[in-house]
């Protein structure tokens, strides 16, 4: 049986098509990433279920000589160097689309949440501040009439369309290519950048994070969004610059911002963006329904087992590998 290693614990009824056909190893819940004992068996290794907190670069591919497929529990891959494992022949493969409702629903409770200031209203009503129903107290942002600059319109931004659609919004986006659907549907309209950053009430990032989305959004681009703007991330930390988005958020530059993910990740406690009144973050959540992640590991398992007996990945990132071979 072909030797896999699972660098953390999943529920056993989400991994169950891999009992009797895989010699699994299971990492401990901590620390994240390789245990000793999984980069001890790495030579052996012929599949890995990785989670997007685990690092597969070179020199881990360069300890596992025997391994044909690489499996992330993730719809993102920024933490696997995809390129290294082509040229290795290794499929990669992610779980997409599963979590498109369960990501843009957690994006719009974090849109509205920083819209409409719930979590210091709550603090407030909880702490004794409400004293009275005060005309001018815990105004907002409304969402009917606003314009929502989507940026990455894959099925987690279309998703999110949809929902911002329903809500009377008008929706502007940034996407490599154009999205018939979206635009004749949904009457959203592909914008350059600058003009959804100029546009936009609410700036919500659905990218990939790759070399060219790197701290897309960095000082000049909260710079050029509107002082009463929302920015929420949904997406991948790194796509802002965390520095600059402290600036803008201490200095007003932007009214808000919502954070389901964050640069670095976790956020340690001391971190400034934990003090900011108009900063929320939540702990990168967006796929964490029961039925979504559930859904995620059996896809990362149907890839698993498909790259070890030799089929194309379900949902493979390098298809390309199957050209060259
Ligand atoms: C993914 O799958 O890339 C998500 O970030 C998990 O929530």
């Avoid at 995809?82 to 994006?107: K, Q, Y």
């Avoid at 546009?199 to 681009?221: G, K, Q, W």
Wanted: aromatic share 4%; proline share 8%.
């Amino acid at each position: 049986m072909s030797l896999v290693l699972l660098t953390h614990p999943l529920p056993e009824d989400w991994i169950a098509s891999l009992r009797g056909r895989v010699e699994l190893l299971i990492g401990p819940e901590s620390p994240v990433g390789f245990s000793p004992e999984l980069l001890e068996r790495l030579p052996e290794a012929e599949g890995l279920l990785t989670l997007l907190t685990d690092r597969v670069d070179e020199a881990l591919l360069a300890r596992a000589p025997r391994l044909r497929v690489v499996s992330n529990m993730a719809v993102g891959v920024d933490n696997v160097d995809v390129a290294a494992c082509t040229r290795r022949g290794i499929p990669v493969g992610n779980t997409p689309g599963v979590l498109a409702d369960a990501t843009a629903d957690l994006t719009l409770a974090l849109l509205l949440a920083a819209a409409r200031g719930i979590f210091q209203a709550a603090a407030d009503a909880r702490q004794g501040r409400w004293t009275t129903w005060s005309p001018t107290g815990w105004l907002g942002a409304d969402l009917a009439g606003a314009v929502v600059g989507i940026v990455g319109m894959g099925q987690i931004g279309r998703a999110v369309a949809r929902r911002v659609h329903g809500f009377g919004a008008r929706i502007v986006y940034v996407n490599p290519s154009p999205r018939p659907q979206v635009e004749a549907v949904l009457g959203a309209e592909r914008v350059p950048l600058e003009r959804l950053l100029r546009e936009s009430d609410f700036v919500t990032l659905h990218c990939p994070l790759n070399a060219e989305t790197r701290h897309l959004i960095d000082a000049d681009a909260l710079r050029a969004m509107k002082p009463t703007a929302v920015l929420v991330n949904a997406a991948r930390g790194a796509v802002v610059d965390t520095t600059a988005l402290v600036q803008a958020l201490r200095e007003r530059w932007i009214a808000a911002a919502a954070l389901d993910v964050t640069d670095p990740e976790p956020l340690p406690p001391e971190h400034p963006l934990y003090h900011l009144p108009n900063c929320l973050i939540t702990p990168h959540i967006g796929s964490a329904t029961h039925g979504t992640r559930r859904r995620m590991a059996e896809i990362a398992c149907e890839n698993l087992l498909a790259g070890l007996e030799g089929r194309r990945l379900p949902h493979c990132v390098n298809p390309e590998v199957y050209d060259e071979g």
